[in-house]
């Protein structure tokens, strides 16, 4: 094949010829002169050269940022021209200045050159080229000239060409300016025309990539299985086969618990015959297999998103493992996030991926705002939502025990923080009249918050005014790294938990007050009467456990609450409290806990005026 001119014709005297290091000339003909039948590794190991590039390149950014202007995008391309006969894989990378060239790639010898060659006579595999740092030369495999344009940040672009016939030349490249980076151009030998195919290089990229070979048949069944999480039931899902000779039946190396429903067959042609399962444990080739069938899964899932119909059925099924995928792989929690679909309070009968709610979200929204809980009717009526639906902010529902643990570990999606509506803390964008406003409702309602705060004592960590609610009086917040008061139930509800675990991880509460609101109001001008006003305290003690039922807790003595509640429909019925029914019920000291009302004619006025 006779290799095409240089765009631009170069001077003779800007070419300069050098001879290959000896020990290099000899292993180029060895290459050039063996036949080798995996002839392929040449692109894994021109990928992987690129690839250090690309390194170098990124590494040196982090101490230089400018080092990237002459180039911002890090990519590797390869392109295939049939009619030329030529293949190119080019690279964003560091680049190779002229003394690079002329070292790297042909007068000093790499330490590896005579290793890689006394283990070739003596029978080693080719594709072990790269392990000594010759991997370069691997082009010579399948082309009989090799061209190299290289442009570093330090120097001129320049050209370096070998037909392999024991010198090379390096000169000015004047040529199209490659901004910074290497371009590697094989012309290709008659009989290797095949890797100027793009779909036979696509295929050798994908096979290189794990370098080991393995057939696997994987299918999505149509119902989860009603024991799909019990850990003691033998699954027979995945079926290992070593070069088709059966092994085992269940083999839980080849795929993480999460996925434990797909089912299928995987045949190696690398493990051993008589591998054992203590051996299947420390296989490194399993591994590999385990991680190129994770992302086949995943693969498959995003084929079965395609459909939103069928999504929604396979969703049904095995919504839990995608949570689960995300609570324990790390590696894959972004992609799996995709996954998700959730209610919210702007989607009405369908359910909505965290993709399609970032596309919904207000110009100066920063957060995804979800609120967990029992049911979805449950957090659809919630306080916590009010402000937010007002404002026309989307609230994720998540009704499912699982979801907690999963957005444990999902922070954030596409930048954007996710934020439960449940915890302190929660901020939503406003304007300076709405902060303003804030401002002035928590100096005025000061003095409320410590009377409530002096009231309530243990009971909550502090009592602030509340920038969330718009129709109640009041709710119970947690603090951001404590469990939720969905979490707690379901903690409380674990046969096997660990109580000296409930004690620090249970929710530290945080009363909220709603400043708008006719009775925290009307408390007010009470409480600043007269703070002692054994009135006062059982109101501030009623509010506070109404809260914690409609903020998702239980309470600790229900009786208590129910009595509270009695003397309510007392009072409202004019109905004389002897308290009689009090000492019977509660121990006396929780009677000392909770005074007596006054039942004057003046106080009872006022309760009925307060509800």
Known sequence: MVPKPMPEQMEESEVETFAFQAEIAQ????????FYSNKEIFLRELISNASDALDKIRY???????KLDSCKDLEIRIIPNKAEGTLSIIDTGVGMTKADLVNNLGTIAKSGTKAFMEALQAGADISMIGQFGVGFYSAY??????????????????????????????????????G?????????????????????VKEVHFSVEGQLEFRALLFVPRRAPFDLFENRKKRNNIKLYVRRVFIMDSCDELIPEYLNFIKGVVDSEDLPLNISREMLQQSKILKVIRKNLVKKCLELFDDIAEDKDNYKKFYEQFAKNMKLGIHEDSTNRKKLAEFLRYHSSSSGEDMTSLKEYCSRMKENQKNIYFITGENRDHVENSAFVERLRKRGYEVLYMVDPIDEYAVQQLKEYDGKTLTAVTKEGLELP?????????????????????????ILDKKVEKVTVSNRLVTSPCCIVTSQYGWSANMERIMKAQALRDNSTMGYMAAKKHLEINPEHTIVQALKEKAEGDKNDKAVKDLVNLLFETSLLSSGFTLDDPQIHANRIHRMIKLGLGIEDDGSDIAAAVPEATQEEMPPL??????????????
């Not at 040196?60 to 400018?66: G, M, V």
């Not at 010198?167 to 490249?173: E, G, L, N, V």
């Not at 304007?431 to 009377?451: H, N, T």
Request: glycine content about 6%; aromatic content about 6%; some cysteine.
């Open 60 to 66: 040196e950014s982090l101490t230089d940022p400018s």
């Open 430 to 454: 406003e304007d300076e009249e709405e902060k303003k406003r804030y401002e002035e409702a928590k100096a005025q309602y000061e003095g409320l918050c410590k009377i409530m705060k002096e």
């Open 180 to 200: 910074r980076g290497t371009k590697v151009t094989l012309h290709m030998k008659e009989d290797q025309t095949e890797y100027i195919e793009e779909k036979r």
């Open 141 to 178: 495999l399948v082309s009989d000239k090799v061209t190299v344009i290289s442009k570093h940040n330090d120097d001129e672009q320049y050209i370096w060409e070998s037909a392999a016939g024991g010198s090379f030349t390096i000169a000015p490249d004047h040529g199209e300016p490659l």
């Open 27 to 34: 292993l180029m003909s060895l290459i050039i002169n063996t």
């Open 598 to 611: 006054e039942g004057d004619d003046e106080d009872a006025s006022r309760m009925e005026e307060v509800d």
